[in-house]
């Protein structure tokens, strides 16, 4: 069993940064992609960002590129979200997400173990 726990959300204005961090529980994390999704009000879940299992390879959504970066520390079990240059647009909750495979995925139905979620607000 995984269990996953995010933290570092907050209110933020336009133009700031937050880090999100995600913890995992568990032997696993190591041999698992890891992934960002999140979710605004009335809208559906999207896909943010995904590392592989080494730190690698990542893949990001076009909305973030360039502004987001997600890096992982084995050592620690621990996933981490940079954001920088946020936007209202980015206002949602922000899940992080433990995949099935090694590699990077988009496919939320690929991901089996998923956290509580952090609130992201960015006010303009």
């Known amino acids: 069993q995984v269990q996953l726990v995010e933290s570092g959300g907050g209110l933020v204005q336009a133009g700031g940064t937050l880090r999100l961090s995600c913890v995992s529980s568990?032997?696993?994390?190591?041999?698992?992609?890891m992934g960002w999704f999140r979710q605004a009000p009335g809208k559906e879940r999207e896909f943010v960002t995904s590392i592989s299992w080494s730190g690698g390879t990542t893949r990001y959504a076009d909305s973030v590129k360039g502004r987001f970066a997600i890096s992982r520390d084995n050592t620690k079990n621990t996933v981490y979200l940079q954001m920088n240059s946020l936007q209202p647009e980015d206002s949602a909750v922000y899940y992080c997400a433990a995949a099935r495979g090694l590699l990077t995925t988009t496919n939320d139905k690929e991901y089996d173990y998923w956290g509580q979620g952090t609130q992201v607000t960015v006010s303009s």
């Open positions: 568990g032997r696993t994390f190591s041999s698992r992609a």
